[in-house]
């Protein structure tokens, strides 16, 4: 289960989305709350509900985007539109909107169900809703409709990390960046940080205990290295991954040579690949999470990371005209949140990603514990 806070919009065209939507019969609409002064009217347009939720809008001129648009998926057909459109008014109860005027439309037409909600942000005394850090608070609460235990689940997915071996801290972080969760190091320890705030915290010396014990497996890379070589020059359209890449803020263009070595990694070993670099560069490093056999290793045990990319020439760069020629990649639409992430199989466990998007490539240092202090004092001279 998933909830997505949509684009920020001025005016209410979502609900004209919605409606064509119903009127094509890719949609139904479940539930219409708070309307009231609409209901002396005997044939409601979407015209009416949109021009209501502008008119309680425009109470708050200081709110420029009043408009709230919101989606809760869930994996393929696990909850029917029924028990999506319970789900929606609790997740909107904790959210603070149960009184406000809101349209529940639940979509058909894609694999997985998922249902959009429409609103406004402006209550009718002209007041908005809190909206601080509203993507964080938006799965928070969904984890509580779901009666979610974030940090026990952050202490499941740390013990499923244990079970895979690494040689490293960094192999470590890697495979919790896999998992979808940030850390940091904090005094003999590493916090382990999703939603905004730390969830779970691993002592340094149980990891490093872990790492002690490693035990290297060379005949695993030897045959995807072979495997890998032999489809070097496969061209063919390229079908969904299981495994993503890993995603992240530094971007870089996806090489030509390089698209058929993460399909066949990923479906046909089970392994993810995690890019590190700086931004505007290839990556200058790689690792390899072999989910198949839980283990982690260094992208360069595999093949140099010259070698894995091939970037030497500017012939072997992806460009516009090739990408028309591959489907997109599979993906679902997702924002902050995810319930939970760790299997390969779940639904949020795919970022959006295709043969259009750059690879994203992780930092080697933590940019925000390097410079967020000196952000902090550049802000507060610039306050003065």
């Known amino acids: 289960m998933i909830v997505k806070i949509l684009s920020k919009s001025v005016t209410f065209a979502c609900v004209y989305y919605n409606t064509n939507k119903v009127d094509r019969d890719d949609g139904e609409l479940m539930k219409v709350s708070g309307f009231e002064a609409l209901n002396l009217m005997q044939n409601i347009r979407p015209k009416d509900y949109a021009n209501y939720l502008l008119a309680q809008s425009i109470a708050s001129k200081r709110t420029l985007y009043p408009c709230f648009h919101a989606v809760i998926s869930c994996k393929g057909r696990s909850h029917n539109k029924y028990e999506l459109t319970i789900i929606a008014q609790k997740w909107l109860k904790n959210m603070g909107y149960e009184q406000q005027p809101y349209l529940l439309v639940f979509h058909k037409d894609t694999a997985n169900n998922h249902l959009h909600i429409v609103s406004t942000r402006i209550t009718r005394n002209g007041k908005r809703i809190d909206n601080f850090f509203e993507g964080i608070r938006a799965v928070e609460m969904l984890n509580l409709v779901m009666d979610i235990d974030v940090g026990r689940e952050a202490q499941n997915d740390v013990e499923k990390a244990f079970l895979y071996r690494f040689f490293s801290r960094s192999q470590f972080t890697d495979l919790l960046k896999s998992f979808g969760y940030r850390f940091k190091h904090s005094q003999g320890k590493y916090d382990v940080i999703r939603y905004g705030r730390v969830i779970y915290s691993i002592p340094l010396r149980s990891l490093d205990d872990k790492i002690n014990a490693y035990t290297k497996d060379t005949g695993r890379l030897t045959s995807v290295r072979s495997a890998l070589l032999m489809w070097e020059d496969y061209n063919d359209a390229?079908?969904?991954?299981?495994?993503?890449?890993?995603?992240?803020?530094?971007?870089?263009?996806?090489?030509?040579?390089?698209?058929?070595?993460?399909?066949?990694?990923?479906?046909?070993?089970?392994?993810?690949?995690?890019?590190?670099?700086?931004?505007?560069?290839?990556?200058?490093?790689?690792?390899?999470?072999?989910?198949?056999?839980?283990?982690?290793?260094?992208?360069?045990?595999?093949?140099?990371?010259?070698?894995?990319?091939?970037?030497?020439?500017?012939?072997?760069?992806?460009?516009?005209?090739?990408?028309n020629d591959f489907p997109a990649i599979k993906s679902e639409t997702v924002l902050q949140g995810r319930l939970p992430v760790n299997n390969s199989n779940n639904h949020q466990a795919s970022l959006p990603f295709n043969m259009e998007t750059p690879i994203d490539i992780y930092d080697d240092i933590d940019d925000e514990a390097v410079h967020g202090r000196k952000r902090n004092r550049k802000h507060k001279l610039n306050k003065r």
């Open 238 to 323: 390229i079908p969904a991954y299981n495994r993503e890449p890993i995603l992240a803020e530094k971007t870089y263009v996806l090489p030509k040579s390089m698209r058929m070595k993460i399909w066949m990694l990923s479906e046909k070993f089970d392994i993810q690949v995690v890019f590190h670099g700086k931004k505007g560069l290839p990556p200058d490093r790689y690792t390899l999470i072999d989910h198949r056999i839980k283990t982690v290793f260094d992208g360069a045990e595999l093949m140099p990371i010259q070698e894995f990319l091939k970037i030497s020439t500017e012939a072997d760069m992806v460009v516009r005209s090739e990408i």
